[in-house]
């Protein structure tokens, strides 16, 4: 025991011979020992709980999360156009105010073939911009670009835009939305033939899979 | 008289006594603060580490008082800041004393740690207070990070996106890396909510409590003394060598070398609120609604270099270079002190290190710099408000004039400028002529390559021949037109048969 806590007189074992030290000292030992187990174990429990509230939002399956919401009727779109739409968030709540809303790109390639991209760049997740007359999107942020049917055009991205799953609901234009898109949690949620990552062999600058009219 | 000044000083006395004998911290801390310290570091140079402290009083204090206003809910935060901006007396002046000691408390940290870097004050038995100095560091960036988030605005909400969108990027656990940071599916309320227990509660916890440590290591070790060449730290004499020096060149550090601390400290606390009255506070910005795209979204000033050294690292190793390097970075700074304990202090026998400070000050001023205009990024309102200037449309046919409405619709000035005005993505158009022919314009235009995307679905093939037309009309100040030199080997009628004996 240091020096400084000692207080004379307050030892109840000051006068013990030095084997009833040892003996009242091991069983106080064994005690104390036996105490931290006691913390142990119910810092452990107590420790459930807490990591398991701390874990919440992260343990739900990425493919549960969304619904199905309307973007307007399909004949507000018109083909060959892509327009920006907003909608609500089906997994917004009360407290995320403005932040519940959400920003989309609709291409409308023919009158049931529709594209709905989402505004984050699949570099970093900055908003993109259309460009009708260049037929790009472009991104503020580090200069992604994109062409109009969402596949990588230039820039830092590794991959096209992300894309909703859509359907037409009579005569109401419906998208899958959910997540916030990123690389791990892609706009449609459950498609599993985009690969998460596609590079482009360094050399091949040309995207081999359009159709480019000047392309024999 | 004399009684009755003797009684006042007897009174005085019996309180201190009175507090002391129940409290018990005085006398030590007295004692601490005016311990021997080597006379030779009662310098300009060893301020900087109180003045950090001090910066983080300030900060704790002003961020307490923006608390009582501030409203850390999605649908409230930025109006909140609106109105402390406005409506609150002097609330704009405290979120200027706010943000701006954020941003001199992250500068004088740096500094603080070059210095001590370079002193070699790191080395033996001063190691675990380096250690926890850079814990220090990236704690005071965690709080500039967090309190960016604070400033809950267009910025903000797009920071948020891109520090989701590399932690989308760490393997197998990307998901649930995604939504453990943003609270859920989205960012929203829960988002701010968990930054904002971070920015008041966990973060100035740990930082508070590991500054104790660190002054308290400071107290513990003594103020490292000046470094000279060819005096070298060793284990076995270093301890020993200091006592030495603190007892026959000692002065009390209060108030012999405390006095230099005190008047850096006034200097910066009045730097901070002088910038702050002249500059104003930080936004906030636009309000943070996902759908408004109108935004090039940026981060604040300590992250501008991150934000362009991303734009520069090349796809197919980005992510790998995001996730690892940090990590090696900052691992390399906890194991310098252990793996570089003894030896030469001194800066002018350490010539890596110098070398070292150098790179990095001079990577992370160029980064910063490039970062505050982006030109990487395309210039996302160019076609609109730049015409092509008339000076490249004089003596041009129709032809080539048309080209250049081509060239101004189809938005090709967000990446090229003329003339000084337009992006910067990609190379200025004045002199193009000069350095591609026809042919070359018109593969580089329709397929694309390198960093341009290709037009061949956004023009049409008289759009291209107009614009390829105008093209070929810019060579800068009557440079040459480029040509293919294998061009003249095609004008078969024009070759002769070399005689082949004469040449010999």
């Not at chain 2, 004998?21 to 311990?35: D, F």
């Amino acid at each position: 025991m240091p020096e400084f806590l000692k207080h004379p007189g307050e030892s109840s074992n000051d006068s013990l011979s030095p084997e009833g030290k040892a003996a009242a000292h091991s069983r106080r030992t064994f005690l104390f020992k036996l105490s931290l187990l006691l913390n142990g174990v119910v810092g452990t429990v107590l420790a459930v709980p807490l990591v398991g509230y701390l874990l919440g939002p992260a343990t739900k399956k990425s493919s549960t999360v969304g619904a199905w919401v309307g973007l307007g009727p399909a004949g507000s779109f018109p083909v060959g156009a892509t327009t920006l739409v907003d909608f609500t968030s089906p997994v917004t709540s009360l407290s995320d105010g403005e932040t519940g809303k959400v920003a989309c790109w609709v291409r409308r390639i023919s009158a049931q073939q529709f594209q709905v991209f989402a505004i984050n760049c699949a570099h970093l997740g900055c908003p993109v911009r259309w460009f009708s007359e260049s037929k790009l999107f472009m991104c503020p942020c580090h200069g992604g670009a994109y062409y109009e049917d969402g596949s990588r055009a230039s820039g830092p991205p590794e991959r096209g835009l992300f894309e909703y799953k859509y359907r037409i609901d009579g005569d109401s234009l419906m998208i899958h939305a959910g997540d916030m898109p990123t690389l791990a949690t892609q706009a449609s949620c459950t498609e599993k033939s985009k690969p998460l990552v596609q590079i482009e062999p360094a050399g091949t600058h040309a995207p081999i899979t359009r159709s480019n009219p000047w392309q024999a | 008289m004399a009684s009755l000044k003797e009684r006042g000083t007897d009174a005085a006395v019996g309180l201190f006594n009175w507090v002391e004998s129940r409290l018990g911290l005085i006398k030590p801390i007295v004692a601490g603060a005016t311990h021997p310290t080597p006379s030779n570091n009662a310098s300009w140079w060893y301020v900087f580490g109180s003045a950090a402290t001090v910066l983080l009083m300030l900060q704790v204090v002003t961020g307490v008082l923006l608390a009582l206003v501030y409203s850390p809910s999605a649908n409230e935060a930025w109006s909140s800041l609106n109105f402390l901006n406005h409506n609150v007396a002097l609330g704009w002046y405290l979120r200027a004393i706010h943000g701006w000691g954020s941003d001199f408390m992250i500068a004088i940290v740096l500094i603080h740690m070059v210095q001590v870097f370079l002193f070699g004050a790191f080395k033996f038995p001063r190691e675990l207070t380096w250690i926890i100095g850079v814990l220090l560091l990236l704690l005071t960036l965690g709080m500039a990070f967090t309190g960016q988030v604070m400033r809950f605005d267009q910025d903000a909400y797009w920071g948020l996106g891109i520090g989701a969108s590399i932690a989308s990027r760490v393997p197998l656990i990307g998901a649930p890396l995604v939504h453990l940071i943003l609270g859920g599916p989205t960012i929203g309320g829960a988002t701010l909510s968990r930054f904002f227990t971070l920015h008041v509660f966990v973060i100035p916890g740990i930082l508070l409590g590991s500054a104790g440590i660190h002054i308290w290591l400071t107290l513990f070790h003594g103020v490292s003394d000046w470094p000279m060449p060819g005096r070298l730290v060793n284990k076995a004499t270093y301890v020993k060598e200091y006592h030495e020096l603190a007892e026959t060149t000692g002065i009390p550090f209060v108030p012999d070398a405390a006095w230099k601390d005190a008047v850096f400290a006034a200097a910066i606390i009045l730097a901070v609120m002088a910038t702050a009255f002249f500059f104003g506070p930080f936004g906030p910005g636009g309000p943070p609604d996902p759908t408004i795209i109108q935004t090039a979204p940026k981060p604040d000033f300590a992250f501008l270099w991150i934000y362009a050294v991303l734009a520069f690292l090349p796809p197919s190793i980005e992510t790998p270079i995001m996730l690892v390097v940090p990590v090696l970075g900052i691992v390399a700074m906890l194991l310098l002190p252990l793996l570089n304990g003894e030896g030469e202090r001194h800066w002018a026998r350490r010539p890596i290190a110098v070398l070292m400070v150098s790179v990095i000050a001079v990577s992370l001023g160029v980064f910063t710099r490039l970062g505050t205009y982006t030109p990487w990024s395309p210039i996302m309102n160019a076609w609109t408000s730049d015409p092509v200037p008339p000076k490249y449309l004089h003596g041009r046919s129709a032809l080539e004039r048309e080209g250049a409405i081509v060239l101004q619709n189809k938005q090709c000035r967000n990446c090229h400028s003329l003339d000084g005005a337009g992006g910067q993505r990609g190379p200025a158009l004045d002199d193009i002529a000069s350095r591609l022919t026809e042919d070359q314009i018109i593969r580089q235009v329709l397929q694309g390559g390198g960093n341009m995307p290709a037009y061949g679905n956004a023009l049409n093939p008289s759009e291209t021949k107009a614009l390829t037309q105008f093209l070929e009309t810019l060579r800068g100040h009557d440079l040459a037109p480029a040509v293919d030199a294998s061009r003249g080997l095609t004008r078969t009628s024009n070759l002769t048969v070399p005689s082949a004996p004469e040449a010999k």
